[in-house]
């Protein structure tokens, strides 16, 4: 399905554009801020990959958030974005990168595209990120902060993420970012072999569990790591 009538079915998004350039840097009013982010709330609480921790350095969160909430962009907290979604807490989109290990080159995919934070933080680190949300409006607001952030590399698509995006696939890393009662049987089949995914299992409104999948050949492993709360994974109706 389309994203929206003004927009291509498939969204071109990516990497920030002039990304490390100085006067962009020296511009940004913003930029404290994120290291702060990343020294208090991320580093202070284990996660230690460089490709991850420069990618929340880089990327400019609070284009990611609406304009009246901008000054608490930063914060350690999920804001809301609308739509009855969140944009998550810092630390747990830093957690759930890491947990991917995604890397320059990689094709990854993302449910639940929300505000498209999460999406650009995985193309900074240079992989190559599909993303799909199943609100429109969502979805067309989160592929315009991806445009107006300087992203190249993002493809969005307004559509139903438990069935994945098979005619992209397969993945090396598969990054879920509202809650399911179980794991999607249709997003396993997409991860490459030894390709991970991470995902928030349990009942919608209450506490789930955040679990790492792999795939290694037939063999799908699952680990439950810590409690979250997100969002329910919502579905098309049938």
Known sequence: MPVA???????????????????AAAADPYVRERERMVKEQIESRGVDDPATLAALRTVPRHLFVPEERRRAAYDDRPLPIGFGQTISQPFIVAYMTQLVQPRAGMRVLEVGTGSGYQAAVLAAIGAEVFTVEIVEGLAAWGAQNLRTAGFARVQVRHGDGYHGWPERG??????????????????????????RMVIPVGSPFRTQTLMLVTRRGEDVTSESLLPVRFVPLTRAPR
């Open 170 to 195: 397969p993945y090396d890393a598969i990054v879920v970012t509202a809650a399911a009662d179980h794991i999607p049987p249709p997003l396993i089949t997409q991860l490459k072999d030894g390709a």
């Open 5 to 23: 009538a003004w927009a291509p079915r498939l969204l071109p998004v990516a990497l920030l554009a002039a990304a490390l350039g100085a006067p």
